[in-house]
């Protein structure tokens, strides 16, 4: 089951029981086990997330759920420079002060059909070109979205992450200029980095806003040995994946 700010149920069959986090909902959660919260708060300040994050663990009390999964950001630091990853940040200390048991994920890019990254490259592509902000040097790292939801659920169930942050990243380590060069359409436009971020301060059509460029030019990668000591399963190869999400061929 699930509460969803949007349709709940609308895809995959579960039940939707919600569009709140209200401890009102939380008859209908008694009986579940582990609570996986990959919501955003959806506005900006530091506050939001944490102050979204504080209500789910009430909510988890209240039904008796004594297990929380949150998908941070890889980027979520205290000594950040952006809002986006501050609030992040501010939300993971909320979780792991809760007393109950945790697993934070702090992920790259999940790589499916119809992700943030690969709806916006498509979008790019249509209109002339994938946009390439600033130098294009800084790596990514994405996984899969297979793989990450096998872990996303092993956390639920197991104790492999138990009391834990973890990098939610992909087997390699590629520069976003060398992830543009594996797709079908391999047509790039650059643009300098400060005309990309005033676009996206004000410009809310534009293909990024300010935490997707955060997100996109922070240079983040992440410990995946780490991340495959626990998961001990395989992982789906970078050249796959990003087969599998209909950019490449």
Not at 9 to 30: C, V
Not at 157 to 176: C, E, F, K, M, Q
Not at 185 to 209: I, M, P, Q, S
Request: net charge neutral.
């Amino acid at each position: 089951m699930c509460l969803s700010r949007g349709d709940p149920g609308a895809e995959g069959g579960e039940e939707g029981i919600s569009t709140s986090y209200s401890i009102s909902d939380a008859p209908k959660l008694r009986g579940c086990t582990a609570f996986v919260h990959l919501a955003e708060a959806g506005r900006p300040g530091i506050s939001t997330d944490a102050s979204l994050a504080r209500d789910i663990v009430k909510l988890c009390r209240t039904a008796g759920i004594g297990r929380i999964t949150y998908l941070s950001g890889l980027g979520a630091s205290p000594s950040s420079t952006s809002a986006h990853f501050l609030s992040r940040y501010a939300a993971e200390q909320e979780i792991a002060s809760s007393g109950l048991e945790y697993t934070i994920f702090r992920p790259s890019f999940i790589l499916g059909t119809a992700d943030r990254l690969t709806r916006g490259l498509k979008k790019q592509l249509k209109e002339g070109g994938a946009v390439i902000p600033g130098s294009g040097e800084y790596p990514v790292q994405p996984i899969h979205i297979d793989d990450a939801c096998r872990i996303i659920r092993d956390s639920a169930i197991s104790d492999a992450y138990l009391n834990s942050t973890v990098d939610l990243v992909g087997p390699r380590i590629v520069t976003y200029t060398e992830f543009l060069s594996g797709l079908k359409d391999r047509r790039t436009r650059r643009v300098e980095l400060e005309e990309a971020l005033r676009r996206a301060v004000t410009d809310h059509h534009y293909y990024f806003g300010p935490d997707d460029l955060a997100i996109l030019v922070g240079g983040f990668v992440g410990d995946f040995e780490g991340l495959r000591a626990r998961h001990k399963g395989k992982f789906t190869p970078y050249e796959e994946a990003l087969k599998s999400s209909g950019l490449s061929q």
